[in-house]
């Protein structure tokens, strides 16, 4: 493979640990963002929502922006303003400027997230075989390490802008320096995918975007409630309540790291129906556990059943849309967000009204629905390796030096 193709996946991969870094560094210190400019219990929830709304805007917006404007420009350039918004939150004193750094963050990370997929999917093309769920699992590795830094501020008292301001100096630089090295791919011919006239045509992408809605939200089910329901449902010690979210995080990029294989070897179909049926197994463990230590093996298997949905969804949708594929994944990239909105309180409500075991059962039913929407994901052939794996010859892309 040239040299030109392992730098621009090197820095894409930078960019995807990067991000993961910093989402976790937010989420996870949200109780000291809360206590640093006393957002009220009652408030709280409208800060939180406003991100994923705000997102979802700037990935609808980064679907008319690629028309004109190559996707690696977005993602040099939102970037930056990502970990500035990070910085932002954590030096801000009031709640205004808390307001305007959680608001630029979200049109951002809308932008971010959509043209790093895009950048992703094209790569993938180019190379001929499944490399999406590497940059997916780099993602999970750096929200591990991003967790663990939120964990050492927390441990040690740190202020907010202290806990962030070696993280942004170190991986600002990073991420402008290894830009000069993204691959922008071509689009490939039209008439070899769906969408017609190199257009999305949505009736064909909903079923995708309703896989993506499910995984998040059962991503968000994890992030949101394994601490609160091991503490108050499974009457675990408030210290290995802690756990299952890292566990989750560790299987993720451990099916992540190999999850490409099997792709390769069995095709995107087979792996997301497996994917699928580990996960909601996962949910049943969850909801049927009689101790802690059982309900940790639930959240164990769903680190390794839902992390192969969402970067195969991105693959799918630029292998249904070849001739607009930036375009897919815009507009799929805003059910990321939707899931994210509709999980967490999904759960809370059925919590609160019914039970909390009850509860997991329907993230688990929702998982259970991607089985039959897993044919979209065989829309173009993705068996590579064993006699199908494409020629490595295919045009490397322009590289988006001089943009």
């Not at 809360?34 to 408030?43: F, I, K, N, P, T």
């Not at 939150?89 to 043209?115: H, I, K, P, R, T």
């Not at 990321?336 to 997991?360: E, K, Q, T």
């Amino acid at each position: 493979m040239t040299g030109v193709l392992r730098r621009g996946r090197a820095s894409l991969a930078f960019s995807f640990f990067a991000q993961g870094a910093t989402f976790a560094l937010l989420v996870t210190r949200i109780p000291a963002v809360q206590d640093r400019y006393g957002v009220s219990d009652a408030l709280l929830p409208v800060f939180l929502a406003a991100v994923p709304i705000l997102a979802g805007v700037g990935s609808v917006t980064t679907e008319h922006l690629v028309k004109r404007v190559r996707p690696s420009r977005l993602l040099r350039w939102s970037q930056p303003v990502v970990l500035l918004a990070l910085l932002g939150v954590g030096a801000g004193g009031v709640m205004g400027e808390l307001g305007l750094a959680l608001a630029a963050f979200g049109l951002a990370v809308g932008a971010l997230d959509a043209s790093m997929n895009m950048l992703g999917v094209s790569l993938q093309r180019t190379y001929g075989r499944s490399i999406m769920l590497s940059f997916h699992a780099v993602y999970s590795l750096g929200g591990i390490v991003g967790a663990s830094l939120a964990w050492a501020g927390a441990h040690w008292h740190l202020a907010l802008w202290v806990s962030y301001l070696p993280v942004v100096a170190v991986l600002l630089p990073g991420a402008l320096v290894g830009s000069r090295w993204y691959v922008d791919g071509d689009p490939a011919p039209v008439e070899e995918g769906a969408g017609q006239g190199g257009r999305v045509v949505f009736r064909l992408l909903l079923p995708l975007c309703l896989v993506m809605t499910f995984a998040y939200i059962g991503d968000s089910t994890v992030s949101n409630w394994s601490a609160k329901y091991l503490k108050d449902v499974l009457r675990s010690s408030e210290q290995l309540a802690t756990v299952p979210y890292n566990v989750y995080m560790v299987t993720t990029l451990v099916g992540r790291a190999i999850g490409d294989f099997g792709v390769r070897r069995f095709g995107a179909a087979v792996v997301v129906r497996l994917g699928a049926l580990v996960a909601a197994g996962g949910f049943a463990v969850v909801s049927v556990a009689p101790d802690a230590w059982v309900g940790m093996l639930g959240f164990t298997l769903l680190g390794l059943g839902l992390c192969v949905l969402v970067p195969q969804t991105f693959a799918a949708a630029g292998r249904l849309f070849p001739g607009a594929s930036d375009a897919a994944i815009a507009r799929l990239n805003i059910f990321n967000y939707v899931g994210f909105l509709i999980g967490s309180p999904l759960v809370g409500a059925l919590g609160d009204a019914w039970s909390y075991r009850g509860a997991m059962l329907v993230p688990m039913v929702l998982v259970l629905v991607t089985l039959g929407y897993a044919r979209s994901f065989a829309a173009q052939p993705d068996r590579y390796g064993g006699g199908h794996e494409r020629p490595r010859t295919a045009d490397v892309g322009r590289g988006s030096n001089g943009l």
